[in-house]
């Protein structure tokens, strides 16, 4: 069984950066692929980036490229989400997954086995 817990959200003005974290507890970190997620209110869960097991492969949401940059430190057993030039529509509450997983980086919701409680992030105009 993993555990993660996210931090780093906030309240942020538009253009602003922050960094998430995603830390991983009771599982091997390297044999997982790894994902963020967002909610908005009203709004369904949607995919923002996912990371492969040694992170060669970070496959993002159109909405986000060139904007946010995921990484993965295997030695910390966490994940990061760097996020520039925040915009209003940014904001939602941000999740990170796990999916243990050999080759495929999945991009679902679905296709993941283990979440974080979420953290919030606010971008004010």
């Known amino acids: 069984q993993v555990r993660l817990v996210e931090s780093g959200g906030g309240l942020v003005q538009a253009g602003d950066s922050l960094r998430l974290s995603c830390a991983a507890s009771?599982?091997?970190?390297?044999?997982?692929?790894m994902g963020w997620f967002r909610q908005a209110p009203g709004n369904e869960r949607e995919f923002v980036a996912a990371?492969?097991?040694?992170?060669?492969?970070?496959p993002y949401a159109d909405s986000v490229k060139g904007r946010f940059t995921i990484s993965r430190d295997n030695a910390k057993n966490t994940m990061y989400l760097r996020m520039n030039s925040l915009k209003p529509e940014d904001t939602a509450i941000y999740y990170c997954?796990?999916?243990?997983?050999?080759?495929?980086?999945?991009?679902?919701?679905?296709?993941?086995?283990?979440w974080g409680q979420g953290t919030q992030v606010t971008v004010s105009s």
């Open positions: 009771g599982g091997t970190f390297s044999s997982y692929a």
């Open positions: 990371v492969s097991r040694r992170g060669g492969n970070t």
């Open positions: 997954a796990a999916k243990q997983a050999q080759w495929v980086v999945p991009v679902k919701s679905y296709e993941y086995d283990y």
